[in-house]
């Protein structure tokens, strides 16, 4: 399984983004995938999750009422949506897949993509 993150960028306070997670080599009808973030000196933190099968979603009250996880079946992908970003959203955001259920845990994760870098200007 390859997880392809991107859609990663420069952008103002304020501004959006939408990252993208394409998986290969697996489709994915069960268990779930998350977005995380790890900003520089941080530990990396769970941000979005969506269930595949029941499109369940769980949000880092952080980015509540501002992010947006969804999938497309078809093309095997998730998204993140991210409207009015802050400086503090700043970090390296990870996708990653789970086979099972899913989590908030980033531990639990079986499958990680390789990151793409958000900067937030202030």
């Known amino acids: 399984v390859q997880l392809q993150a991107s859609g990663g960028g420069l952008v103002q306070a304020g501004g959006s983004l939408r990252l993208s997670c394409a998986a290969s080599?697996?489709?994915?009808?069960?268990?779930?995938m998350g977005w995380f973030r790890q900003a520089p000196g941080k530990e990396r933190e769970f941000v979005a999750a969506?269930?595949?099968?029941?499109?369940?979603?769980r949000y880092v009250d952080s980015v509540k009422g501002r992010f947006t996880i969804s999938r497309d079946n078809a093309k095997n992908t998730v998204y993140l949506q991210m409207n009015s970003l802050k400086p503090e959203d700043t970090a390296v955001y990870y996708c990653?897949?789970?086979?099972?259920?899913?989590?908030?845990?980033?531990?639990?994760?079986?499958?990680w993509g390789q990151g793409t870098k958000v900067t937030v200007s202030s």
């Open positions: 990653a897949a789970k086979l099972w259920y899913f989590s908030t845990y980033a531990p639990s994760y079986d499958y």
């Open positions: 969506l269930s595949w099968n029941d499109s369940d979603t």
């Open positions: 080599g697996r489709t994915f009808s069960s268990g779930g």
